[in-house]
């Protein structure tokens, strides 16, 4: 195959070799997507012949774009794939030593690094698609710029991007960074919102199948389709909808990274038949499918994410930003002038937020922070970010590191980590590999890491007639749900991985396969450590619950109820356990997750899955050093007393309570404060007249912001109850305690004098009169005055220094409201003249004097 030479990238081909051609190149190239960008750039630098005869690395954020570009660059160049032109991906690759261009993820520079500081076989690295903002593509570009300073000044360094925050990246790279431009060619684009109506409640696919054939009839055919879905499972659901309704008139392609390889040539190849392609967002910048007219946007992607305050991963469907909207609808615009319908409302898309944020703010840093230590990194806390993470999200990943031995107390590598850094696995399996080397279990840990690195072994999410799941093979004394998915795998494993046994089993013989190469390339790496070639020897279930104890212990979790699957695990954190889970059993107390994921359904739930029970004696044995006895106390509703309770805790996870020893006075306050502040007990004291107290602080604190003062909030009721609480156990002790002495010296003196004088307790009105103001939290101030009292009054009183006016509940003769205002004036011209005709006929007695 040629190269399209018309592509726009062409005309940037000799600007760019006389911007690399000198020492410390850096260049940044900004092109529209389907410029020619992520194909032809790596053949410029390659056939400009300043790369001499290293390789040119090109960084992509996803596995299937990787692969997808080396095969058709390969192609291009009339090679074949894994020769001049090659990719690698975690646990994947086809390069050969004659491979000139590899095609690599974000992940592998950084190892590379590991092994090869000056990265000396490497002579230009491309950063594609950085307008993502990739974590690994961000630290990848921070130790490029080091090693072209410090040991590389012929490193070549592009970064390209579809759009891009030029002046942060610019200043970044320094002022003598070279900045290239393509307009691309793009064409109109009409842009159309089509959100679900509601006489329509249906699916999602059902609404795109009716736009799409709505879309049709007015239109008819004269492109392919392109739509675009958060995952898997609504491009198949979606497959299935439009193969029913224009299923005759189109080819329909599904595209996705765990579809098989010919699979996702078959939906990006040039096709003479008007076809619809259903993509995740890979087909938002990476992979481009030419020929398409008409762009049908759910809005959404599913994006994982990792929590750091709560530390664990969450996955789920999210609203996509502006900025991405628009790149997908401009995939209609490439050939020739088209359309997007985006299936939300435009108001909607106006409060969309414009750009996703970078993903160094949402990521678990500790695999990251590893690889850089072990690739010559001293401090991580000097570390040249483009954008920093988070302060408390780096801390609590060098905490990470730290308690699995990875890194010292001082933050500095640890020969541990050193060799758990090799692994091309998150550190918490990294560390239990090394233990289980150790013990002489190598092999039997390697599957069970691999079991969580590859695709599931079974894809079905519910249980299916004839399927098996993996409770099928649980035997009753397992200790951990690995062992179940270890034997599921064995089993494909002794027939050859075969297809058809796969099937019958319902058991994934594509992941299986792969389960077996990530394991052979774990055990690789691991035997090199020298602890004795890995036997494949199944450990006992006190052995393999230890050695998986030593990279989880963060994880543990307990079942404080057998009623319930509900646990709480360290760190404050709750999760569901899955029932047919070895920690699902009634018997089982403590444990640990190989799995903690938030996902959305109806709810947001946190998933405990992979669990392996644990007995608290090994806890003892490994982490003597966690354990604290505390003593602690709780409220008995019965006896409305505190009660002194002995804990026992591992970090923070209270493992067992038990009654005894003394109540700590600081906490018996607290704990019936919360009840009184609940409204559970009732201070005799702590009355309407507190509340309006605390109202009228509020009123002020808010209107007159120049005297500072601060609100009373639940927080400082908390407290002030405390001090009033202070010393006593009982509800007995503390129902009749004075309340106003706290209460009035929660405020400074000068502080309580501004109240007195901008919420008065009464206010005087023009005609003299003093009446009381009434207030409470939930309403504006009001006074109550019978009507006589007002005649001859103009304006409702204010407070606030002015800037409150006072509500007025006027009363007639029998005190009963007759009307509420804020607005006097308008009374006597609005609606007195009626009030007063009909009082009058009641209270003929009274004068009822007429206003004008
Ligand atoms: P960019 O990186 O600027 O988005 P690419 O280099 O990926 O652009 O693609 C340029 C053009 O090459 C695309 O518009 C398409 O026509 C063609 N192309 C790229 N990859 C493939 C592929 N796998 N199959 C068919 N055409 C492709
Ligand atoms: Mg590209």
Excluded at 161 to 183: N, P, V
Excluded at 381 to 391: A, C, L, T
Excluded at 466 to 472: A, S
Aim: charged content about 30%; overall charge neutral.
């Amino acid at each position: 195959m040629s190269r399209d030479r018309s592509l726009p990238i062409f005309d940037l081909e000799i600007d760019l070799a006389a911007a690399v051609s000198n020492e410390n190149a850096r260049v940044v190239i900004e092109a529209p997507t389907g410029s020619g960008k992520s194909t032809q750039v790596p053949q410029f630098l390659l056939d400009s012949g300043l790369c001499g005869d290293g390789e040119v690395y090109v960084l992509q954020p996803r596995r299937l774009a990787a692969r997808m570009l080396a095969t058709r660059v390969a192609s291009e160049r009339n090679g074949s794939l894994g020769d001049e032109v090659g990719f690698q991906v975690r646990f994947e690759n086809a390069v050969s030593a004659n491979t000139r261009i590899r095609f690599v993820t974000e992940g592998i520079l950084l190892r590379k690094l590991m092994d090869q500081p000056d990265l000396a076989t490497i002579s230009a690295v491309v950063l594609d698609e950085f307008h993502e903002r990739h974590f690994f593509g961000d630290i990848s570009l921070a130790r490029c710029l080091e090693v072209q300073k410090t040991l590389r000044p012929d490193l070549k360094i592009i970064v390209m991007s579809a759009t891009l925050e030029t002046a942060a990246l610019k200043s970044y790279l320094g002022d003598d960074c070279r900045h290239l431009i393509s307009e691309g060619r793009t064409y109109p684009v009409e842009v159309a919102y089509e959100p679900p109506r509601e006489r329509h409640k249906g699916e999602l696919w059902d609404h795109i199948a009716r736009v799409i054939r709505d879309y049709l009839k007015v239109n008819g055919v004269d492109g392919h389709i392109l739509v675009f879905l958060p995952g898997r499972y609504e491009i198949q659901k979606t497959a299935s909808a439009l193969q029913r309704t224009v299923g005759s008139s189109f080819e329909i392609h599904e595209l996705y990274g765990e579809l098989p390889p010919g699979k996702q040539d078959a939906a990006v190849s040039k096709s003479s038949r008007p076809k619809i392609v259903i993509a995740t967002n890979v087909a938002e910048t990476s992979i481009t499918i030419d020929g398409v007219t008409l762009v049908v946007d759910s809005g959404l992607e599913r994006r994982s994410a990792f929590d750091h305050r709560r530390g664990i991963t969450t996955l789920h469907i999210e609203k996509i930003s502006q900025a991405s909207a628009s790149q997908r609808a401009g995939r209609a615009g490439r050939t020739t002038k088209g359309a997007a319908i985006r299936l939300w409302s435009e108001r909607e898309h106006e409060q969309r937020a414009p750009a996703t944020a970078a993903e160094v703010q949402r990521m678990d840093l500790t695999e990251a922070i590893l690889i850089l230590y072990s690739s010559g990194i001293t401090s991580i806390r000097e570390f040249n970010w483009f954008e920093k993470p988070d302060r408390a999200a780096l801390d609590e990943a060098m905490l990470r590191l730290i308690e699995l031995g990875a890194l010292s107390r001082d933050e500095q590598l640890t020969p541990d980590g050193r060799k758990i850094s090799q692994l091309p696995v998150p550190p918490r399996f990294g560390k239990v590999l090394l233990e289980a080397a150790k013990g002489g279990y190598l092999d039997y840990l390697a599957l069970v890491a691999a079991l969580t690195q590859a695709r599931p072994l079974f894809p079905l999410r519910r249980r299916h007639s004839d399927h098996l799941m993996p409770e099928d093979f649980a035997q009753p004394d397992d200790i951990s749900d690995f062992q179940a998915l270890a034997r599921a795998w064995t089993q494909m494993k002794q027939n050859d991985f075969r297809r058809e046994i796969g099937e019958r089993l319902g058991i994934h013989a594509g992941a299986s396969r792969d389960v077996d190469r990530i394991t052979k390339q774990l055990t690789r790496i691991a035997d090199r450590w020298g602890f004795g070639s890995g036997s494949f020897a199944e450990p006992d279930n006190e052995a393999l619950a230890k050695i998986l104890l030593s990279g989880f212990s963060d994880r543990l979790a307990i079942r404080h109820n057998q009623s319930t699957l509900t646990c709480a695990v360290i760190g404050g954190r709750r999760g569901q356990v899955e029932k047919d889970s070895v920690a699902g059993d009634k018997t089982c107390r403590t444990f640990i997750a190989g799995e903690m994921i938030e996902v959305e359904g109806r709810d947001l739930t946190v998933k405990l899955g992979l669990c392996t029970r644990i007995e608290e004696t090994w806890l003892q044995e490994l982490f003597p050093d966690a354990f604290e006895k505390k003593e602690g106390a709780v409220y008995d509703e019965r006896s409305r007393k505190v009660e002194a309770r002995l804990e026992k805790r591992f970090r923070d996870l209270v493992l067992e309570t038990k009654p005894g020893g003394e109540v700590p006075p600081e906490e018996a306050a607290t704990l019936l404060a919360e009840r009184v502040l609940s409204g559970e007990l009732n201070l005799k004291k702590w009355d309407g007249k507190v509340e309006a107290w605390f109202s009228r602080v509020n009123l002020v604190a808010e209107n007159c912001p120049q005297y500072e003062i601060s609100p009373i909030d639940e927080e400082s009721k908390q407290l002030m109850l405390e001090q009033i609480c202070a010393g006593g156990i009982s509800y007995k002790q503390i129902k009749d305690r004075p309340v106003n002495a706290v209460i009035k010296e929660w405020l400074p003196s000068h502080q309580a004098g501004v109240i007195d004088h901008a919420a008065p307790e009464s206010v005087i009105l023009s005609n003299g009169k003093v009446v009381r103001v009434h207030y409470s939290p939930d309403e504006k101030p009001k006074i109550s005055v019978l009507i006589q009292h007002l005649f001859g009054l103009k304006d409702a009183p204010t407070i606030c220094e002015g800037k409150v006016p006072v509500v007025v509940e006027i009363l007639g003769p029998n005190s009963r409201p007759v009307q509420v205002t804020e607005n006097l004036a308008g009374f006597w011209t609005g609606s007195y003249p009626a009030v007063r005709s009909q009082l009058r006929g009641r209270y003929p007695k009274h004068d009822w004097p007429e206003f004008e």
